[in-house]
């Protein structure tokens, strides 16, 4: 079983469209990322959280540590959004970070 | 900005070769990350490495592999003798402090390796 798991795999929408992708964790974590990677392959961190509410811009992330679940919200979805969204946990204080598989957003114009 | 690079940005290797993926991370951090992912799969944790000694390395990061930071600025991840199943992206990644104080991780755009 995977410590992370995310919904929905595959994601389509329209711009303009509130977006929201989950993750749930079933492993005990000090944090918890939300990561961005392009089609080009390249991996840019969005928000770190280890508790409550975070937001940057269109994009809001939020954390309830007691269900072991986060959500990362997209407002006024944009087809430049369009991007995998990994979610990943950490359990130690070094670094050691647990990737899920990753959230492929495609915003349609 | 300042960003994390790494070359080559593909490279294509003979099975049982050794391969060294460079990595220059950004110049005021101090912690430094090798992370992994086979076509179509999660990235992989592989190795965290802290004032020259590695701190922590995942089951992947087998005595096939090392790390090294050669100079004040590049840190190397070798690959002994290749696999087919080492075929991934390789990325680099760096960070000012332990990410448990809150710093952002900044990752490098990757590096293709294609064992045939």
């Known amino acids: 079983k995977n410590e992370v798991e995310q919904s929905p795999q595959n994601l389509t929408a329209q711009e303009g469209e509130f977006i929201t992708i989950n993750c749930s964790y079933s492993?005990?974590?000090?944090?918890l990322h939300w990561l961005q990677q392009h089609p080009g392959g390249g991996i840019v961190s969005l928000f770190m959280?280890?508790?409550g509410k975070k937001k940057h811009g269109r994009l809001i992330a939020t954390i309830n540590i007691q269900e072991k679940h986060s959500s990362l919200h997209i407002t006024a979805s944009h087809p430049r959004d369009s991007a995998v969204y990994i979610c990943a946990v950490r359990r130690g204080s070094q670094g050691n970070l647990i990737f899920g598989k990753g959230t492929k957003l495609s915003v349609k114009p | 900005e300042p960003e994390v690079t790494q070359t080559p940005s593909h490279q294509v290797t003979q099975m049982g070769q050794e391969v060294i993926l460079r990595c220059v991370p950004i110049?005021?951090?101090?912690?430094f990350y090798w992370y992994r992912q086979i076509l179509g799969q999660k990235v992989e944790f592989l190795v965290s490495f802290y004032n020259n000694e590695i701190s922590e390395k995942s089951e992947i990061f087998d005595d096939q592999f090392s790390v090294e930071r050669p100079d004040g600025s590049n840190f190397t991840l070798k690959i002994r003798s290749t696999k087919l199943e080492d075929s991934a992206m390789y990325f680099c990644a760096s960070s000012e402090a332990p990410l448990a104080g809150g710093e952002t991780q900044y990752f490098g755009p990757g590096t293709r390796l294609l064992v045939l």
């Open positions: 492993v005990g974590i000090s944090a």
């Open positions: 959280l280890s508790s």
């Open positions: 110049s005021n951090h101090l912690y």
